[in-house]
T-cell receptor, first 114, second 114 residues
Framework: AQSVTQPDIHITVSEGASLELRCNYS??????LFWYVQSPGQGLQLLLK??????LVQGIKGFEAEFKRSQSSFNLRKPSVHWSDAAEYFC????????????FGRGTQLTVWP | DTGVSQNPRHKITKRGQNVTFRCDPI?????LYWYRQTLGQGPEFLTY????????KSRLLSDRFSAERPKGSFSTLEIQRTEQGDSAMYLC????????????FGEGSRLTVL
């Protein structure tokens, strides 16, 4: 069965530092992969997605992610973190044939120090 | 703002009572999803509608749960005979039929069962 692992429950970085959030998936075929962000009091928002093609995908708010089939990973990166990036980040994979049926990881809480 | 709207935002109820949540999706979106999120976990898929048809249901959706989307617009999620284990955030999301894979989430309805 498909699954998503986010090994880091909580990450703290200083403002301006680089960021990498890890995501590993288990899936038998080419996965459809997503990163969503959940800020306090707001709904989940899509940062970026990978369906096929270029394995480095660009998203909103300066985020990017790289799909590595050999490592079953889809790590999220940002070169310079802003205080407003503090939020919870979820990696997700499509489960089944319905694109909207997502299987989410447990999330990584990001704290940004000024 | 014409995003996904959920009501009520917070519901406190006693065990054994029935509760109903409402979701108003983005108006042109014909797909609507319900997810459940418990503390420290990622959202879990419950069910999905295309227009008024309920096309998929998770095993998480026990017979105490029922969801409807009578006219293909708003949706309701009813929980009968609530249990303490039902305490969670219930998230609604919508998407376009020609699916890019992007779900637009509401802010959620938090249920607390005493």
């Amino acid at each position: 069965a498909q699954s998503v692992t986010q090994p880091d429950i909580h990450i703290t970085v200083s403002e301006g530092a680089s960021l990498e959030l890890r995501c590993n998936y288990s899936y038998g075929a080419t996965p459809y992969l997503f990163w969503y962000v959940q800020s306090p009091g707001q709904g989940l928002q899509l940062l970026l997605k990978y369906f096929s093609g270029d394995t480095l995908v660009q998203g909103i708010k300066g985020f990017e992610a790289e799909f590595k089939r050999s490592q079953s990973s889809f790590n999220l990166r940002k070169p310079s973190v802003h205080w407003s990036d503090a939020a919870e980040y979820f990696c997700a994979v499509v489960r089944g044939s319905t694109l909207g049926r997502l299987y989410f990881g447990r999330g990584t809480q990001l704290t940004v120090w000024p | 703002d014409t995003g996904v709207s959920q009501n009520p935002r917070h519901k406190i109820t006693k065990r054994g009572q029935n509760v109903t949540f409402r979701c108003d999706p983005i108006s042109e979106h014909n797909r609507l999803y319900w997810y459940r999120q418990t503390l420290g976990q990622g959202p879990e898929f419950l069910t999905y509608f295309q227009n008024e048809a309920q096309l998929e249901k998770s095993r998480l959706l026990s017979d105490r749960f029922s969801a409807e989307r009578p006219k293909g617009s708003f949706s309701t999620l009813e929980i009968q005979r609530t249990e303490q284990g039902d305490s969670a955030m219930y998230l609604c999301a919508s998407s376009l039929g020609v699916n890019t894979g992007e779900l637009f989430f509401g802010e959620g309805s938090r249920l607390t069962v005493l």
